[in-house]
Structure formats: structure tokens, C-alpha cells
């Protein structure tokens, strides 16, 4: 009987042990999904800046309308199971997006999880992306 407690107690501690990290794995499995968002949304920016060859500054709400002026995609193709297209944001550090003068990007994509919106989103939070494919979050 004491053998049995004993096995019981240590499947119980390496429970406690596991239940921590199998939730943090989770929320970076949800994370990707917003990382490939923004990694869309880059893509989608610069053929677009690059194709057209102007300067470029950020629209308020560019990501919210359907279909996304010139980017080539629906405001729809960014929701998932866990993001919308109003999680996600482009803003201009300093200057423009994007200066055909000097070929420079600057521009930051932020995803943001919002429980309201999306029940399952994940905890943490935001994620963004740069111009230089620098990301930040979880």
C-alpha cells in the first residue's frame, strides 16, 4: 500500500512539474499563428512597395478594410482560429513606410491577442516584426 502512495505521489509531482510547461509550449504554438500573420503582412508590404516603386505611409485602419488596398489580400485571409485582421497593426516608426529614394523600409507589425474578440488567443503578448526581421514577444 505504501508502494502505491508513493508511485501515486510522484506521478502527482511530475504533473505539477509538466502541467506549467505544456501550457507555455501551447501559447507559443498559438503565437506562430500571429508571427505568420505579420510575416504575410510584410511580404504582401514590401512587393507592394518594391512593384510600385512610391513612398508609402501607414493608413489608419489599412488592415480593416476588405480587400486591403494594393497589398493583394483580403482583411479576412488574416483571421484564424485565434487572431483577426484587427489584431494586427502597421506603424511607421519615423518617416515612411517605404522611400523609393533610397529603397529604405521602416515600418512595425504589431499582433496583439485580444480575449474578447477571440476566446482562445493566447496569454502574453504582443508580437511584432520590424523592418530588418526583427522579432519581439513571445
Known amino acids: 500500500m505504501i508502494e502505491l502512495m508513493v508511485v501515486i505521489l510522484i506521478v502527482a509531482i511530475l504533473a505539477a512539474i509538466m502541467v506549467p510547461i505544456i501550457r507555455g509550449r501551447l501559447d507559443a504554438a498559438k503565437w506562430s499563428e500571429g ?3 505579420c510575416g ?20 489608419p485602419g489599412l488592415l480593416t478594410t476588405d480587400p486591403v488596398p494594393n497589398l493583394g489580400f483580403l482583411a479576412t485571409d488574416l483571421t484564424g482560429k485565434y487572431f483577426i485582421n484587427t489584431d494586427y497593426v502597421i506603424t511607421k516608426p519615423g518617416g515612411n513606410i ?8 521602416d515600418y512595425l507589425i504589431t499582433c496583439t491577442s485580444h480575449t474578447a474578440t477571440k476566446p482562445l488567443a493566447p496569454a502574453g503578448g504582443p508580437v511584432t516584426l520590424d523592418e530588418n526581421g526583427v522579432w519581439v514577444g513571445p
Open 40 to 59: 504575410t503582412i510584410a511580404t504582401s508590404l514590401r512587393a507592394f512597395c518594391v512593384e510600385k516603386g512610391v513612398d508609402i505611409t501607414a493608413v
Open 98 to 105: 517605404y522611400t523609393e529614394s533610397t529603397g529604405a523600409f
Open 35 to 37: 508571427k505568420a500573420g
